[in-house]
């Protein structure tokens, strides 16, 4: 089963993690990226589109709000989510002051 997650977090809380944390974390995304998922840090810019009634409207803001901005997502493969829980929960954002989403994919027949 594939599970989007979607990795929310700050420099501030980046920079509070001493070096040894850091190496840590970052031996933690390199687990799951070993294990052949996708995982990508993203920039600040952010466009929201929609096309409500034909009309098409783009901001250059999120459509929703989170305490902290969107850092990273990743696209993981695993047996259960209990499984990704665990891989994530010594990534960056879980360990410096961030929080990362689990959501699974739904799975839509072809055809």
């Not at 920039?43 to 034909?54: F, G, L």
């Not at 783009?58 to 997502?73: M, R, W």
Request: proline share 5%.
């Amino acid at each position: 089963m594939k599970f989007l997650c979607l990795a929310y977090g700050d420099e501030a809380g980046w920079q509070a993690l001493s070096k040894s944390e850091k190496e840590d974390v970052l031996a933690a995304d390199a687990v799951i990226r070993e294990r052949g998922n996708l995982m990508a840090a993203v920039r600040p810019e952010v466009r929201t589109v929609r096309n409500w009634n034909r009309e098409l409207v783009v901001t250059q803001q999120p459509y929703a709000q989170h305490a902290l901005p969107l850092a990273g997502f990743s696209v993981i493969e695993a047996g259960s989510i209990e499984e990704v829980i665990a891989l994530v929960a010594q990534t960056p954002c879980a360990r410096a002051a961030g929080y990362i989403e689990v959501r699974p994919f739904l799975d839509i027949p072809a055809g």
